[in-house]
């Protein structure tokens, strides 16, 4: 029986679960996971999770103590939901979990270290190592400072909403772990720019992930590259080859269903015999670059602004559920 498209991924390419679904990844079985608050949002919504969020929400009232604002404790809950989701996901999967930084961050290199420590103990006190997480930043300048900070403490990085040669590079250059280049959004962009559709190489995400990780072959850089943000498996099997592909439920269940060859499209061999001009980044070369790019600087904000707001609605959802818990404590007659 021929393999399927799924299975000759495999092959050449470390699949990630792009989910908060514990029970999807369970189905899949991918190597790594990856979260953001969107996703942690919707699984929080989950009746089959309810439990892990009413335990969260009761452990940060407790510690913050009975006076706490409720918008405080949804603040700290949402921190501490990320990584109970977390440990759920590290009792399936065999790699690491990327756990995202807060978007409202994105700007602010310092704040951002502390978060990413702040995350990183957490899982330590719940017995992970920080060998098996991913800090998810932003691909902002502030981000990749912070990003190079924390690489050196051992704290090891992924790079999320990149969309352009000029954000790979700079993280590059910060010695980042993992980037995480956003296929489907780049093709989103030029879609409606243009008002034209476009279907495998001449994808403008499909072309945008090649170059980078051609470049990023060609020059030896130990960043891997992990294409992110997909639209249809048409996008998914130009980048076979590529170091890893965070992939959702649903595309890797029509990869699994999917019978045909599935040929290697990047190659870093190949790559290394390629002609290709090597950029001297630093913050002037970045921010011009990202000043011409429109596309890149329009996701890098829309992305920032739709984390942020997920994280908002997050929160209020946290509150109104910390409410309704409060309201069924029994009273104790004193």
């Not at 949402?78 to 995202?100: H, W």
Request: include cysteine; charge should be neutral.
């Amino acid at each position: 029986m021929p393999h399927s498209l799924l299975e000759q991924l495999r092959s050449y390419t470390t699949v990630v679960a792009d989910t908060g679904d514990i029970e999807a990844m369970e189905k899949f079985r991918p190597q790594d996971a990856t979260t953001n608050p969107s996703l942690i949002t919707a699984a929080a919504q989950m009746p089959q999770y309810q439990s892990i969020v009413d335990d969260v929400l009761k452990g940060a009232k407790k510690d913050l103590g009975d006076g706490a604002a409720d918008k405080d404790v949804a603040n700290l809950a949402f921190k501490r939901l990320a990584v109970a989701f977390g440990k759920k996901i590290l009792a399936i999967i065999p790699g690491r979990v990327s756990t995202e930084v807060d978007a409202r961050l994105s700007y602010d290199t310092q704040k951002t270290i502390e978060m990413a420590r702040d995350i990183i103990e957490m899982y330590r006190k719940e017995g992970i190592g920080k060998e098996r997480v991913l800090i998810k930043i932003a691909s902002t300048w502030e981000g990749f400072r912070a990003a190079e900070a924390l690489e050196k403490e051992g704290i090891h990085c992924n790079l999320t909403l990149l969309f352009g040669l000029h954000q790979a590079v700079a993280a590059a250059e910060a010695g980042v772990t993992l980037i995480s280049p956003f296929v489907g959004r780049i093709l989103d962009w030029y879609k409606k720019d243009t008002g034209k559709d476009f279907h495998g190489a001449d994808d403008p995400g499909v072309q945008s992930v090649t170059r980078i990780y051609n470049y990023f072959k060609h020059f030896g850089y130990k960043t891997v590259v992990m294409g992110a943000s997909f639209r249809n498996i048409g996008e998914i099997t130009e980048l076979a080859g590529c170091d890893l592909l965070t992939i959702s439920p649903q595309l890797l269940g029509e990869l699994e269903s999917s019978q045909g060859e599935l040929p290697r499209k990047l190659d870093p061999e190949k790559a290394k015999a390629m002609k290709i001009e090597k950029i001297a980044m630093d913050k002037a070369t970045f921010d011009a670059m990202h000043a011409r790019d429109r596309m890149a600087s329009d996701k890098l904000k829309e992305g920032i602004d739709g984390f942020s707001a997920a994280l908002v609605n997050l929160e209020k959802l946290l509150a109104k559920r910390l409410a309704e818990l409060e309201s069924r404590a029994p009273v104790h007659a004193s």
